[in-house]
């Protein structure tokens, strides 16, 4: 089954902890994305990344921190410097850039900071 | 910069009578659209899009949205509402700048039976 994971569905941490939160896609997309989701607020652009080693901040990019070493991973660090970390995180991927590229998004984490 | 407005945060119709979720959106350019849909503590699930072709865009389970420039408004609709279709809906645009989303603040719909 092709499709994205997000591992894990729930997490809890204790405040002043960094975390980092799992997103992997066998789908063989270049282009993988960071969401954050508040009630009310839709969803906003944490980082991007259009091919391995390489990664752009998007809106929100302030506290949080990713890396994309293969192709298929993406993971997301929250640091103790988010401020306001407790919030549904969704990943997504596309085969690329280009706007007809349609973005396909996991099941999310759901972080909750104690 | 692009924007999206969904003008209503709520929407609850009777199961079976036609859906209206409404969105407009504010572009300096022509604009890919797209809606999506999230159901409770799920991933989001792309419903349709336009991209400058026709501009009745048929999605899955029944929807469909209509491109109007004039109006800058790319309202979502169904004729006929499924206990189903109760989810959070999403309008997006997408910005000038590589394939980044711009989403509006959602519109959760809800069927009574």
């Known amino acids: 089954d092709g499709g994205i994971t997000q591992s894990p569905k729930y997490l809890f941490r204790k405040e002043g902890q960094n975390v980092t939160l799992s997103c992997e896609q066998n789908?063989?997309?270049?282009?993988m994305y960071w969401y954050r989701q508040d009630p009310g607020q839709g969803l906003r652009l944490i980082y991007y990344?259009?091919?391995?080693?390489?990664?752009q901040k998007g809106d929100i990019a302030e506290g949080y921190s990713v890396s994309r070493e293969k192709k298929e991973s993406f993971p997301l660090t929250v640091t103790s410097a988010q401020k306001n970390p407790t919030a549904f995180y969704l990943c997504?991927?596309?085969?690329?850039?280009?706007?007809?590229?349609?973005?396909?998004f996991g099941p999310g984490t759901r972080l909750t900071v104690l | 910069a692009q924007s999206v407005t969904q003008l209503d945060s709520h929407v609850s119709v009777s199961e079976g009578t036609p859906v209206l979720l409404r969105c407009n959106y504010s572009?300096?350019?022509?604009?890919?659209l797209f809606w999506y849909v999230q159901h409770p503590n799920k991933g989001l699930q792309l419903l349709l899009k336009y991209t400058s072709a026709a501009t009745l865009v048929k999605g899955i389970n029944g929807f469909e949205a209509e491109f109007k420039k004039s109006e800058t408004s790319f309202h979502l609709t169904k004729p006929s509402a499924h206990m189903s279709d109760a989810a959070e809906y999403f309008c997006v645009v997408q910005s000038e700048y590589g394939n980044k989303l711009v989403f509006g603040a959602g519109t959760i719909l809800r069927v009574k039976s």
């Open positions: 990344s259009q091919i391995v080693n390489d990664f």
């Open positions: 789908l063989n997309h270049d282009a």
């Open positions: 572009s300096s350019y022509s604009p890919s």
């Open positions: 997504a991927s596309s085969s690329g850039l280009a706007i007809l590229d349609t973005q396909y």
